[in-house]
């Protein structure tokens, strides 16, 4: 009898290890829509995951991903919402300068041209944003660049929408994250028994 308890123990331990390790190697669920690029965007861009920072510090839920249009004019989201209640710190995602901070159409919005990404180099775009810091200035990842407006949202509730685009063409911003921080998750405890 007691054999079979040691059995049965042991096989538990067995499958509750594999079933840990698949879950662990398994690839986490996607955060967005991927989409397609535009038929007439041209040959694709490649954005480098120089991110270290999300834009709110940590990592926010994402309300609605990024969709490409079809065409260059056409219906689409050209960044992503993330959840954010008003007066939420802003933060730089990766080193860059600022290059505007004002208002566009009664938004607070910021761009800022990331270092090092070629030419013309990748821009970072957060609204609605009131602004900590000025045209020119330079930042650091994870630097607090502003503050989620309370006004100016195009979201149900209150977020703030990040953008990235390289010239005039609009790219995915979670791209910009490397996946060891795209896919952070909680830290989970499994029971051994």
């Known amino acids: 009898m007691r054999a079979n308890r040691c059995v049965r ?6 499958l509750l290890v594999i079933v840990t390790a698949t879950a662990l190697l398994a690839p986490p669920p996607p955060l967005f829509a991927a ?15 120089i991110g270290r920072a999300w834009p709110l510090g940590s990592r926010p839920r994402v309300l609605r991903g ?20 008003a007066g939420t710190p802003v933060r730089a995602v990766a080193r860059g300068r600022v290059v505007f901070a004002g208002l566009v159409a009664g938004r607070g919005v ?14 970072t775009t957060y609204e ?15 630097e607090v660049i502003g503050t989620v407006d309370a006004s100016g949202s ?21 791209s910009l994250l490397p996946p060891w921080l795209l896919h952070q998750g909680p ?3 499994l029971p051994l028994a």
């Open 66 to 85: 990024w969709e490409p249009p079809a065409t260059v004019y056409g219906p689409g989201h050209r960044g992503v919402d993330l959840e954010a209640p």
């Open 154 to 174: 195009h979201c149900t509730a209150t977020c703030l929408h990040w953008g990235l685009r390289r010239g005039e063409g609009y790219l995915n911003p979670l």
């Open 9 to 14: 123990v042991c096989a538990r331990l067995i």
């Open 35 to 49: 989409g397609a690029p535009p038929a007439d965007a041209g040959p694709p861009v490649t954005v480098p995951a």
């Open 128 to 142: 609605p944003v009131t602004a900590a810091v000025e045209k020119g200035a330079e930042v650091e990842p994870g």
């Open 187 to 189: 830290s989970r405890l």
């Open 110 to 123: 910021l761009s800022v041209d990331l270092t090092g990404t070629g030419d013309p180099p990748l821009r």
